[in-house]
């Protein structure tokens, strides 16, 4: 597989880390924390799929359930060998018992292990940047979103900020240099593109002309106005027309046949596999099951093929 890292690469070098001009108060602030996370980049991270050999295995959010997600690459995934790339699409962390042990292993696992942020990732970063630089809560920088977040996305909370203390700058810091909020795979083999995101995104989305959707959209989305695909949100009541965003994809124009979007965030709704969109937040935090969709090229036939494996959660929150 290629990685096409040109892009975010060159955003946060240009970026860097922006050094906070005030004095440190309080001498316990680690020094690293006196710089603001990497731009987080907003376009996705491309990755070209052209080996037929490669497998893509897709996992929905862990949500801090080590034990669950061990279990998955113990015992449905095998070995992560040069030619397997797992991609968890967010919430990975938080809730659950093990948010740590998730971090380090992606962390000692990264050339197999790609992820999107979700919107807990997201509120970690924020958390982080409140609590430790003593910014408002607008100073999460994206390469597109320059205010971030908007009134609609709802404030860290505890659990957040005592996690942050958990995690330590360092791991934050790393979380946000190496991963994305969206990535795509280009299948050369079969002309196919997979997105990957944690709530979702909009027939056109990356695709049209100047349509980059918010970043709200991509971590925080249930649902869309029908009418006006300009306005989503988390909640039904929250938006009008309401209609939940993954039934575009079914009426969508066949210009956009050769894309599916895999996505989490939805545990609700549970596992949700349709032909354009693949949901699969099947509530592994809450006592349901973990659940991976992985992807292997068949020679013989000529496409990929889909195969689901789950593992029953342990957890009773």
Same mark, same amino acid.
């Given at each position: 597989?290629?990685?096409?890292?040109?892009?975010? &690469?060159?955003?946060? !070098?240009?970026?860097?880390?922006? &050094?906070?001009?005030? /004095?440190?108060?309080?001498?316990?602030?680690?020094?690293?924390?006196?710089?603001?996370?990497?731009?987080?980049?907003?376009?996705?991270?491309?990755?070209? @799929?052209?080996? #037929?050999?490669?497998?893509?295995?897709? &996992?929905?959010? &862990?949500?801090?359930?080590?034990?669950?997600?061990?279990?998955?690459?113990?015992?449905?995934?095998?070995?992560?060998?040069?030619?397997?790339t797992?991609?968890?699409?967010?919430?990975?962390?938080?809730? *659950? #018992?093990?948010?740590l042990?998730?971090?380090?292993?992606?962390?000692?696992?990264?050339?197999?292990?790609?992820?999107?942020?979700? /919107?807990?990732?997201? %509120?970690?970063? %924020?958390?982080?940047?409140?609590? $430790?630089? *003593?910014?408002?809560?607008?100073?999460?920088?994206?390469?597109?979103?320059?205010?971030?977040? #908007?009134?609609?996305?709802?404030p860290?909370?505890?659990? $957040?900020?005592?996690?942050?203390?958990?995690?330590?700058?360092?791991?934050?810091?790393?979380?946000?240099?190496?991963? !994305?909020?969206?990535?795509?795979?280009?299948?050369?083999?079969?002309?196919?593109?997979?997105?990957? @995101?944690?709530?979702?995104?909009?027939?056109?989305?990356?695709m049209? =002309?100047?349509?980059i959707?918010?970043?709200?959209?991509?971590i925080?989305?249930?649902?869309? /106005?029908?009418?006006?695909?300009?306005? !989503?949100?988390?909640?039904?009541?929250? @938006?009008e $027309?309401s209609?939940?965003?993954?039934?575009?994809?079914?009426? +969508?124009?066949?210009?956009?046949?050769?894309?599916?979007?895999?996505?989490?965030?939805?545990? =609700?709704?549970?596992? /949700?596999?349709?032909?354009?969109?693949? *949901?699969?937040?099947?509530? +592994?935090?809450?006592?349901?099951?973990?659940?991976?969709?992985?992807?292997?090229?068949?020679?013989?036939?000529?496409?990929?093929?889909?195969?689901?494996?789950?593992?029953? !959660? $342990?957890?009773?929150?």
């Amino acid at each position: 597989m290629e990685y096409n890292w040109k892009l975010p &690469i060159v955003l946060v !070098s240009i970026a860097s880390i922006l &050094i906070i001009t005030y /004095n440190v108060i309080n001498e316990d602030i680690l020094p690293s924390a006196t710089m603001l996370l990497p731009i987080l980049t907003t376009l996705p991270q491309v990755i070209t @799929v052209s080996d #037929p050999k490669d497998r893509l295995i897709f &996992i929905g959010d &862990i949500h801090g359930q080590f034990d669950e997600f061990k279990d998955m690459l113990d015992t449905k995934i095998g070995k992560l060998d040069t030619h397997t790339t797992v991609v968890l699409l967010g919430d990975f962390l938080v809730k *659950g #018992p093990d948010s740590l042990k998730v971090v380090d292993y992606i962390v000692s696992h990264q050339d197999n292990i790609k992820f999107v942020f979700g /919107n807990h990732e997201i %509120l970690l970063f %924020l958390a982080y940047v409140q609590e $430790h630089l *003593g910014l408002g809560n607008d100073h999460l920088l994206f390469s597109t979103d320059k205010q971030f977040p #908007p009134k609609t996305f709802k404030p860290p909370k505890k659990i $957040h900020k005592e996690l942050i203390k958990k995690l330590g700058s360092e791991r934050l810091h790393h979380l946000a240099s190496i991963g !994305s909020v969206t990535l795509r795979f280009d299948l050369t083999l079969t002309n196919e593109v997979l997105f990957a @995101v944690h709530a979702g995104m909009l027939p056109g989305d990356f695709m049209e =002309k100047n349509q980059i959707p918010p970043i709200v959209e991509l971590i925080d989305m249930k649902y869309v /106005n029908e009418h006006d695909w300009t306005k !989503s949100a988390r909640e039904e009541e929250d @938006v009008e $027309h309401s209609k939940r965003w993954y039934k575009l994809w079914d009426d +969508c124009d066949k210009k956009f046949d050769n894309i599916t979007v895999l996505y989490g965030h939805d545990a =609700k709704k549970g596992l /949700n596999i349709r032909k354009h969109t693949k *949901g699969l937040d099947s509530a +592994c935090v809450k006592g349901g099951q973990l659940t991976a969709l992985e992807y292997t090229y068949d020679s013989a036939k000529g496409h990929y093929i889909t195969t689901l494996h789950q593992v029953q !959660s $342990h957890s009773s929150i």
